[in-house]
T-cell receptor, first 113, second 115 residues
Framework: AQSVAQPEDQVNVAEGNPLTVKCTYS??????LFWYVQYPNRGLQFLLK??????LVKGSYGFEAEFNKSQTSFHLKKPSALVSDSALYFC???????????FGTGTRLKVLA | NAGVTQTPKFQVLKTGQSMTLQCAQD?????MSWYRQDPGMGLRLIHY???????DQGEVPNGYNVSRSTTEDFPLRLLSAAPSQTSVYFC??????????????FGPGTRLTVL
């Protein structure tokens, strides 16, 4: 069975500091991994995804994520946080052999000025 | 392109009532899906479709029906609403199901309250 864990409900970081939002996953086949962001009262927006290839994936708004197969992790990172990055972030996984996506419970990122 | 549209934005139902949440996309996407978002639970997949005439169950399908008669539309039907179905519902679509076409685009959501 597929599963995704986001161990932190909330992450606080000062503006200008690097940020990390954690995600670990479990799938039986090849994982397709995604990060989405949700701003208040809006739908989810795609940030980036990993299919295959380079373990470091670059996405929108300066975000990147590192795929680590041995640790089954896909942590979201940004070198310098902005107040406007404050939002709810979701990690999602799809086993390449299925059409079903599993989302994590979400991590609220708060960037403090 | 309007992208993925959902109607209504808000809805209040009484227990036992039925209703249909509408979802449409104008991007000629093959894959469409419905999720519900509940506090502390993230998004959970209700039903999905990989093309017109083809639907399947997701993680939490009980109490919901779907059909896909056209590529553009993917309505979600609540058969007999229950308070446990109070949630925010999101529709999403993607071009396809390969690793290169499966980025999902989400609608703005429908906030449903069942009294």
């Amino acid at each position: 069975a597929q599963s995704v864990a986001q161990p932190e409900d909330q992450v606080n970081v000062a503006e200008g500091n690097p940020l990390t939002v954690k995600c670990t996953y479990s799938v039986s086949g090849n994982p397709y991994l995604f990060w989405y962001v949700q701003y208040p009262n809006r739908g989810l927006q795609f940030l980036l995804k990993y299919i295959t290839g380079d373990n470091l994936v670059k996405g929108s708004y300066g975000f990147e994520a590192e795929f680590n197969k041995s640790q089954t992790s896909f942590h979201l990172k940004k070198p310098s946080a902005l107040v406007s990055d404050s939002a709810l972030y979701f990690c999602a996984v799809r086993d390449g052999g299925t059409y079903k996506y599993i989302f994590g419970t979400g991590t609220r990122l708060k960037v403090l000025a | 392109n309007a992208g993925v549209t959902q109607t209504p934005k808000f809805q209040v139902l009484k227990t036992g009532q039925s209703m249909t949440l509408q979802c449409a996309q104008d991007m000629n996407h093959e894959y469409m899906s419905w999720y519900r978002q509940d506090p502390g639970m993230g998004l959970r997949l209700i039903h999905y479709s990989v093309g017109a005439g083809i639907t399947d169950q997701g993680e939490v399908p009980n109490g919901y029906n779907v059909s896909r008669s056209t590529t553009e539309d993917f309505p979600l039907r609540l058969l007999s609403a229950a308070p446990s179905q109070t949630s925010v519902y999101f529709c999403a679509s993607s071009q396809g199901t390969s690793g290169y076409t499966d980025t999902q685009y989400f609608g703005p959501g429908t906030r449903l309250t069942v009294l």
